[in-house]
Structures are given as C-alpha cells and as structure tokens.
C-alpha cells in the first residue's frame, strides 16, 4: 500500500480535480429519512439503480415507516419490489428489520455503525450510507467504484468492500473523510473506469501502483 504521505497527496489532488460534495447530494438511494435510505440500500443488493429507485417508489407509496410496513401483507411488500429481484428474500428482510426497529429502538433507526449495523439486513456499506447521506457523519461510504479504486492506486490493499472501508477509515485523513466518498466514486466514474481506465491522463498516476505496474510490464 502507498505510505501515509503518498496517502495524503492523492487526496490533496483528488480533492482539487473532483467537485466533491455538493448543496444537492441525496446520496445514492435520494431518500429523504434514514428508515426509507435503509429499506431501500436493503433492496439495491445485486440490483441495478433504476431498478432499486423502481421498487422503491413502489414500496414507499404503500408505507413509509416501520409500523405501517409491517402492517402490510407480504405478497404487497414482494410484489411491490418485484423489479429489483430476489423479492422474496428481501420481503423477509424488510420484516425482520421493521421489526427489530420498532422492539430494539421503538422504530427510531439510530445514527451509529454499531446500532445500524446491530439491525438485520444493515452491513458495512449500508450503515455507511446512512450515517453520511442521513445523519452528516464523516465516513466513506465503499461501494464497486470506490472499492476499485482504492485497491489499484494502492490506498488499500483489501478483497472485500467491507475491509476496504475499515482500512480506510484507518488510512484517510481526517480532512478527508467528509467528502472521500465523493472524490473516489466521481473519480472512479469518471477517470479510474472499470473498463479501460484513463491512466495516462489521470491526475495521481504518479503515485498509482496499479499504473506503475502496468508501465513496468508493457
């Protein structure tokens, strides 16, 4: 992995060649309270964005709190999701997880890893999700593109998205932590592409080991 300082620069570029975040950022899911953003980063699992935003809209037009969920029938809650796939098991985790809301925090979702984390169907990224898109914390959410680019520069060194995000958590600046999430998806969408990345125009190639190693081979 780069070393602290190299860490430090590619922030320091990224933060000068990517807007970051701005007065109109919804986060990923554009839900307007926590419990709707986590229903609906549970119903993004293996789902493209149209579809989530589709069985999102559907559901939320049905309930939009734990109580009202549950007082639903589950072939409503299934049907109403049908376009993002895996219905019936994502059906069952919205249950359990309204449930769980209403005995465990009397249906406030609660604004810490460790709480949102503690209710079933909520991982790493989703409870990430929330705290920065919801609640304001500073945390970076890691999705596919994020997770991507921190392994090739060499910020992490990390198979899964979930030890990504704990070695950046570890790694990240703390002036960086506010707007890291939004400087690495834009710069994976934009410049470190998951086909074809733009290498030789990109802004911190000189301290990307997934460049460097390229270069020595061809």
Same mark, same amino acid.
């Given at each position: ?57 559907? !559901? ?116 960086? !932590? ?41």
């Amino acid at each position: 992995m780069l070393d602290d300082e190299a860490v430090e620069s590619v922030y320091r570029i990224l933060s000068q060649e990517m807007p970051g975040r701005t007065p109109d950022a919804k986060g990923p899911k554009g839900q307007p309270d926590a419990f709707r953003s986590c229903i609906s980063c549970m119903l993004s699992a293996q789902s493209l964005d149209r579809n989530t935003a589709k069985a999102s809209k559907a !559901l939320f037009a049905l309930a939009t709190t734990p109580k009202a969920m549950l007082e639903l029938d589950d072939r409503d809650i299934a049907a109403a999701i049908k376009p993002c796939g895996l219905y019936n098991n994502k059906t069952r985790s919205i249950r359990r997880f309204c449930e769980a809301l209403l005995a465990e925090h009397g249906g406030v979702v609660p604004d810490s890893r460790e709480g949102l984390m503690s209710l079933p169907g909520i991982g790493r990224k989703c409870a990430d999700i929330v705290m920065s898109f919801t609640f304001g914390k500073d945390v970076i959410a890691v999705d596919t593109h994020v997770h991507r680019v921190c392994n090739r520069i060499g910020l992490t060194d990390a198979k899964t998205a979930d030890r990504t995000a704990q070695q950046l958590e570890e790694r990240t600046p703390e002036w960086a !932590l506010r707007d890291g999430h939004f400087w690495l998806i834009q710069f994976g969408k934009r410049v470190c592409t998951a086909r074809a990345p733009k290498c030789p125009a990109c802004p911190v190639n000189a301290y990307c080991e997934f460049y460097a190693a390229t270069r020595a081979t061809s």
